[in-house]
């Protein structure tokens, strides 16, 4: 399909364990955004790519969070030594430009034991 | 800062009848848009509608329509003879123009059509 594309669906892990969780965004689309989306809640903004520059990375709730998109298209959200409190969904969505309507991938469901 | 104010935990609709989903906002800046996203248990995001500030007719998408009331700040989502696939989480959303145009998004409703 033409998509946003994300992988793994679900993941789970040990506390203390890393995580990569990847985004592949519509293809030809400039803007990137990773979200958080607790339990019952709605997303929260992480972080935004303006193809391979991380323009905005306020949302980032610690040092442990860490994305990057090295050639403007696929992007990876890395969780070092990963706390329950990380558990969520975690949305990646693509415009094709600012200003455009944000298309969301299905997200990956993280678990951390 | 944004905020976005969704007060109905969850709504119940029988099939083929119309329902207003509410959305209330606050922000300071004067140049922004408006988003409804359906949340299907599958967990995508599905983007339904949009509605910019400036927009002096209210946004219609077939049997989505936004009820834009910029002088009380709301922005509700209204859904014409409910289908059984409408089933789902509802979230609003709104964009900063300036910046870098994050989405600041409700707690979501949870609606519930009944055959």
């Known amino acids: 399909g033409a998509g946003v594309s994300q992988s793994p669906r679900y993941k789970v892990a040990k506390r203390g364990q890393d995580v990569a969780l990847r985004c592949d965004p519509i293809?030809?689309?400039?803007?990137l955004f990773w979200y958080q989306q607790a339990l019952g809640q709605g997303p929260e903004f992480l972080t935004y790519?303006?193809?391979?520059?991380?323009?905005?990375k306020s949302g980032l709730p610690s040092d442990r969070f860490f994305a990057e998109r090295p050639e403007g298209s696929v992007s990876t959200l890395k969780i070092q030594r990963t706390q329950q409190e990380d558990s969520a969904v975690y949305l990646c969505?693509?415009?094709?430009?600012?200003?455009?309507?944000?298309?969301f991938g299905d997200g990956t469901r993280l678990s951390i034991l | 800062a944004q905020k976005i104010t969704q007060t109905q935990p969850g709504m119940f609709v029988q099939e083929k009848e119309a329902v207003t989903l509410d959305c209330t906002y606050d922000t300071s800046d004067q140049s922004y848009g408006l988003f409804w996203y359906k949340q299907p248990s599958s967990g995508e995001m599905i983007f339904l509608i949009y509605q910019g500030s400036y927009d002096e007719q209210n946004a219609t998408e077939g049997r989505y329509s936004l009820n834009f009331q910029k002088a009380r700040k709301s922005a509700n989502l209204v859904i014409s003879a409910s289908q059984l696939g409408d089933s789902a989480m509802y979230f609003c959303?709104?964009?900063?123009?300036?910046?870098?145009?994050?989405?600041?998004f409700g707690t979501g409703t949870r609606l519930l059509v009944s055959p």
């Open positions: 959303a709104m964009r900063e123009n300036t910046g870098f145009q994050k989405l600041v």
């Open positions: 293809s030809g689309h400039v803007s």
């Open positions: 790519f303006q193809n391979e520059a991380q323009l905005d």
């Open positions: 969505a693509s415009s094709l430009s600012r200003g455009q309507p944000q298309h």
